[in-house]
């Protein structure tokens, strides 16, 4: 079992920053990639950026690439995701997760609870 625990979320006007943790526990994730997503009310689950735990390799949506950026501290067992340049429509609960990776959601077997990212206008 894989347990992840985000922070970091709020409130935040447009063009600001934010800085997500999703700290990871339990039976990891050398041999997992992580992942972040994020949903609204009206969309689908949707895939924002992954990283490959052991080689460091990552992806983005299209959406966020130059703006977002993932990383990870082995040591500390954590992901992170620096929002920069926010707009109102990233506006969404974010979720990380762990798993065999891709940008489907059913790549992914473990996910942690969300943590709310709001973007004023």
């Known amino acids: 079992q894989v347990q992840l625990v985000e922070s970091g979320g709020g409130l935040v006007q447009a063009g600001g920053s934010l800085r997500l943790s999703c700290a990871a526990s339990g039976r990891i994730v050398s041999f997992y990639n992580m992942g972040w997503f994020r949903q609204t009310p009206r969309k689908e689950r949707e895939f924002v950026a992954r990283?490959?735990?052991?080689?460091?390799?990552?992806a983005y949506a299209d959406s966020v690439k130059g703006r977002f950026t993932i990383s990870k501290d082995n040591a500390k067992n954590t992901v992170y995701l620096q929002m920069n340049s926010l707009k109102p429509e990233d506006t969404a609960v974010y979720y990380c997760?762990?798993?065999?990776?891709?940008?489907?959601?059913?790549?992914?077997?473990?996910w942690g609870q969300g943590t709310q990212v709001t973007v004023s206008a």
């Open positions: 990283i490959i735990w052991s080689g460091g390799g990552t």
């Open positions: 997760a762990a798993g065999l990776g891709g940008a489907a959601p059913p790549g992914y077997a473990y």
